[in-house]
């Protein structure tokens, strides 16, 4: 059973629009959120991340908001960029626990249209 | 630094035959994963080292996967004797401590069992 869940496998956004992209997790263990971006015949590179301590983390054009009660995440990236296309992959972890691993999404491909 | 370094990129290989990937990880970095790829399933964490060690390989699929890690500067994941459901495209990843630093993937191995 899948701890952390991408439902979307794909999105298409025009350029210059908004992307949401949505995580869902199970695990209420979970306290720390990662996204990983991967572009085809690279592997994935850390985008930014979120503790359970926050509700929202920014950096330049991409915010992670998260909602513990829900067990939601979503990646925002405004304005979107046509070199913002790739797979992005939502990760999770626990720190405070033994269960050190870090668990992935199956990801979702973003493709921003010029 | 180069990052992780993974070799061959591509791989095809006939049911049966051995196949080993290789991994060298950044330098200084302490824990080393090794990750499998596949459309049905995203990313899933195989094993992890640190310092060397093998942590947690409940991500091994079935005896015919063996990893090593011999020293600090290589490992190797291994498929003996390799079946067609093994294609997939292979991580290898390091942080610089425990897993929960941001990990550094290498750019893969794509594999293809005929």
């Known amino acids: 059973d899948q701890q952390v869940k991408q439902n979307s496998p794909s999105l298409s956004v025009q350029e210059g629009r908004i992307s949401i992209l949505n995580c869902d997790y199970t695990?209420?263990?979970?306290?720390?959120f990662l996204w990983y971006k991967k572009y085809p015949a690279e592997g994935p590179t850390f985008l930014i991340s979120i503790s359970s301590i926050k509700d929202k983390n920014e950096d330049g054009r991409f915010t992670v908001f998260l909602n513990k009660s829900a067990k939601h995440l979503s990646l925002h990236i405004v304005p979107s960029q046509p070199g913002d296309s790739a797979v992005y992959f939502c990760a999770a972890r626990a720190e405070k626990t033994s269960y050190d691993k870090v668990i992935f999404g199956p990801g979702t491909s973003l493709s921003v249209i010029p | 630094d180069a990052g992780v370094i993974q070799s061959p990129r591509h791989e095809v290989t006939e049911m049966g035959q051995e196949v080993t990937l290789r991994c060298k990880p950044i330098?200084?970095?302490?824990?080393l994963f090794w990750y499998r790829q596949t459309m049905m399933r995203g990313l899933e964490l195989l094993i992890y080292?640190?310092?060397?060690?093998?942590?947690?390989d409940s991500g091994m699929p079935e005896d015919r996967f063996s990893a090593k890690m011999p020293n600090a500067s290589f490992s190797t994941l291994k498929i003996q004797p390799s079946e067609p459901r093994d294609s997939a495209v292979y991580f290898c990843?390091?942080?610089?401590?425990?897993?929960?630093?941001?990990?550094?993937f290498g750019p893969g191995t794509r594999l293809l069992v005929l």
């Open positions: 080292f640190n310092n060397n060690v093998p942590i947690d």
């Open positions: 695990n209420s263990m979970f306290d720390y």
């Open positions: 330098s200084g970095h302490n824990s």
């Open positions: 990843a390091s942080s610089p401590g425990t897993p929960q630093e941001t990990q550094y």
